[in-house]
């Protein structure tokens, strides 16, 4: 019983999917059902590693050809891709994506489509790479009331962070040196500034508490502001810095959802995740904490992802045709998209965590005093409050507090930032 | 639609199980659908968390009762789990289990009877309690040509071996203090001679490369003479030491599927799960590396697995229902056993690993010249020879290899044996 796939896209990844589909041996034997029919392609000038027949810059023949069952997505993009996805769902065919920017910004319109059409869309590869994810919150986690997603989801920032953790290298130097050895982008505004995360925090969100997210919603700081200074603080208190996407249930109606540097005590089991590494901690009931981790991007990491949701569709299908047709076709409830509704994520006003500050005063001797005084009349109860040094002519305090409110800590800091005594707030993060 | 469930046994799995199904709230919709029809227990007596009508003591009744879709066989040991497991299968049912030991030795029995029947067997819970890992290797990593698993499958040894690792005690007096903690159980055979991890990595093998695998091929080493010496030293030389279970493609038709105590390096994922964690590392094609981390034990995330399968089955039969009925009926090609042969697996004398190992011998400055010549002798070449200090009168010795044959290895160290400068060998493990 053959599959017929059609790509849309022929780069890096759509490349590595090509690869594991035309090299089955010792892979699962249902690969071999697997039969490439059409690829768009922008030019069809350049060598390729698929037949020239296959080949086509008319990407709309592909979603509307009959032939196809499952369109896989794999060019990139809001535009076209998005498109072409409603118009192969329309066609009823399944879509197979690895396009975590549509998704998290269109997946209303997309899902909503495919649940009317009665098709599946799948999308391992948009989160973590390789690494399983989605499906295992589809599947094997969903006896679990899901309680906290918390990832290093961004490979790009996780290696600067990284590095300037071991270095003690500036973010600046280390961005630019990430860009020449290729794990930054020429322009790397999405994944410094925590745009990539934020995208992939939604997804998480949407699929662990079974609704729907709006990306504006999510709150989402990058880690531009981390300097090599608050590296090595946060070290001496016995912390790293990462780069957190999490997703937590606040109450039985309301949900956190957010990115943002944070400092994650050292024996956390996120810690130790450097470099382009990924991980994803889920906390859930029954199951208590569960992590998934390895390389969050690449041609061959995602190429799998991709590949196994090809699989999963046309294990399903087999099933189906084996079968006789209903219509329209009942989909697994497990893989399908079954919410409709909107989750109501909480303000970051509400939000309840810790935080670390540094503060550059005068060399006062009531300083402290003043600072404890103003996070105490906010209801802002610190951990620990150290003078830490003298830097530029100036005394540097570090706070930590305790689990406060943010809105009650931010209208604290406000106040202390008209203070005297204050010179600079020079470092804001939250602790995990 | 409803689909009803009969449970064999309300131990603590089972227990765990009845909390998930009678409270679904905020997880998967698909809970509302299962209904427990029938429990089997060895006593009625005992007040129990279901109603007393649901109870039974006929075990027979579950596994032929026509009402009852789906079987959940939690009662553990070996018979009259197997016989019963194997009636359910005939009367077409499909079969839940938490049952590693059963799954490990009659696997080939049920599996073949469960793909005659077109009936499900799922066995998440087998294998690191709630972690996801069958369900991934089957599904998630299905595009992928699997390498190596490496696992710290077993909680209790893990537990022991952390402690020795960290407060710097001995095996004997641990396991007593573990006894009494509750992590060790009072018989600790199967857990500290490595036969429940042998258990798990022939299912793990089983899944991952496709073919079935005879538990007595596969190689158990446990931990009773892993020593505090061997700690220290481990440590000095940047390593901990870990109980891994571990199946390895060694060709394209000969695996390596062992379990023994292993010199983890410091830098490595696997180094840094302590206590009663467990996590799985799967090397594939072109996935690379990623791991799963979790609890590996408890009732709740035993009974997280169980509840899982319980549902993936729901939603295939949700599929099935919606449709038409097929006699027998097509099994998703992903979930069902595919495999009928068995594996080769390679005698250990043909592994290529790494060793350490440890020697008392005469202070005598000649010693080293004899060992390094007699290693040489059968072509194992040595990373380091360090004379450590002197112990009860003798000198000790401890050599690293490099990768050897297991075979020439173990040839050499009987030549060593009888060599007269040669007091004791005094302790012999594997390197990862």
Known sequence: ??????????????????????????????LQDIVIHKVGVRSIDKPRIVPAELLTTDLESIVSDPEIDIVIEVMGGLEPARSLMLKAIANKKHVVTANKAAIARFGDEIFTAASKAGVYVLLEAAVGGGIPVIEPIKKSLCANRINAVTGIVNGTTNYILTRMQLEGG???????????????????????????????IAILASLAFGGRIKLPEVYC?????????????????????KLLAIAKRKSSDELEVRVHPTLVPKSHPLASVNDV??????????????????????????????????LNIAALLKVERATQQSEPPTLDPLLACSHQHYCTIAPMKDLSTRFYARFLTR????????????????????????????????????????QVQEGNFREALNQIEQ???IEKVASVLRVL
Chains 1, 2 share one sequence.
């Open 277 to 310: 590494y990924n991980a994803i901690l889920i906390e859930g009931d029954p199951i208590g904490q569960v992590m998934f981790f390895g390389r969050g991007a690449g041609a061959g990491p995602t190429a799998s992802a991709v590949v196994a949701d090809v």
């Open 419 to 421: 203070m005297n005594a």
């Open 363 to 402: 060399d006062d001797p009531g300083v402290i005093g003043k600072l404890g005084t103003c996070f105490g009349n906010h209801e802002v109860s610190l951990e620990s409050v150290v003078q830490v040094g003298i830097r530029d002519g100036a005394a540097e305090i570090v706070v930590v507090t305790h």
């Open 221 to 241: 700081e990058g880690i531009r502001n981390v300097s090599a200074i608050e590296i090595v603080y946060a070290e001496k208190l016995g912390f790293v810095i």
């Open 1 to 30: 019983m053959a599959f017929k796939v059609g790509l849309l896209g022929l780069g890096t990844v759509g490349t590595g999917t090509v690869e594991i589909l035309r090299d089955p041996a010792q892979r699962h034997p249902l």
């Open 170 to 200: 500036d973010f600046t130097e280390i961005l630019s040196d990430a860009q020449k050895l290729g794990y930054a982008e020429a322009d790397p505004t999405a994944d410094v500034d925590g745009m990539d995360a934020a995208d992939k």
